[in-house]
């Protein structure tokens, strides 16, 4: 699972180094633009490649997606499978000869001990695992970079408008600046639709977070006396075990 995780990271930020690089060759392109004029076929593989470069990054979010899906089933499953030993591993003690417990011989401190270990567990079970968290992180924050990019869009849109009323008709300033516009209206109509795509997933990943982040909080008291407690009767067991 952690080296599942280490590839997701390894994934995500090489699309956003590929995401940068991309940044930076557009930055070239338009100054090849002011410099030679006419660059439209550069204008359109420029946007053909950035379109691909979104299509992988909503890919990867979907991917994750389903990966934490999975893999917050398989921990539960797991959980479950832990319970379960525990059993088998009494059971097995019991088989080989040491005598069976009496819980009705428990002390009420012990009991005390076993009520609040189980209410640890109940609180932990309510919070995020670390792979669901990971997938909701990764999505709130390509939203928050999605929406830095289009608020750049937006305003090279203004300043690419701002470049064409004021060139002249017919001059090489004028059909550089229909390209700057023609180029910065289309990056911010592509980086709107992103963020229309975006927002769903990142508004069910922000409450997500905000959620398990209060949850975390509140129940925090109770898992940290649910761990000593659990330390405590596992001590306990084992002393009576071994005195039987």
């Known amino acids: 699972m952690e080296d599942l995780d280490r ?9 956003r180094d590929l995401d940068s ?23 359109y593989e420029l946007r053909a490649i950035r379109d691909e470069i979104s299509e992988y990054d909503d890919k990867i979010d979907k991917v994750e997606e389903e990966l934490g899906d999975r893999i917050g089933d398989t921990e539960q499953a797991i ?8 059993l088998l591993d009494g059971q097995i003690k019991i088989s080989q000869g040491v005598p069976e417990a009496d819980l009705d011989t428990f002390t009420r ?16 079970s309510q919070l995020l695992g670390d792979h669901e968290r990971f997938t909701h992180q990764v999505r709130v924050r390509h939203h928050r970079e999605t929406e830095a990019k289009h608020r750049q869009a937006r305003a090279a849109v203004v300043e690419s408008v701002g470049a064409f009323t004021a ?27 992103d963020l229309t795509r975006q927002i769903p ?11 398990d982040a209060s949850t975390r909080a509140s129940q925090q008291p109770t898992m940290s006396a649910g761990d000593r407690a659990e330390k405590r009767l596992t001590l306990a067991l084992r002393s009576r075990l071994a005195d039987a």
Do not use: C, P
């Open 7 to 15: 590839r997701l990271r390894d994934t995500d930020r090489r699309v």
């Open 21 to 43: 690089r991309f940044d930076d060759l557009e930055t070239d392109h338009q100054a090849l633009s002011r410099k030679f004029g006419y660059t439209e076929d550069l204008d």
């Open 79 to 86: 959980n479950r499978l832990t319970q379960h030993v525990r």
């Open 109 to 124: 401190d012990q009991r005390a001990l076993a009520r609040t270990m189980a209410q640890g567990w109940s609180a932990r």
């Open 167 to 193: 060139s002249r008709y017919g001059t090489s300033g004028h059909s550089e600046a229909t390209t700057r516009l023609r180029t910065a209206i289309a990056d911010e109509r592509r980086l709107r639709q």
């Open 201 to 211: 997933g990142a508004k069910e990943s922000a409450k997500a977070l905000a959620d």
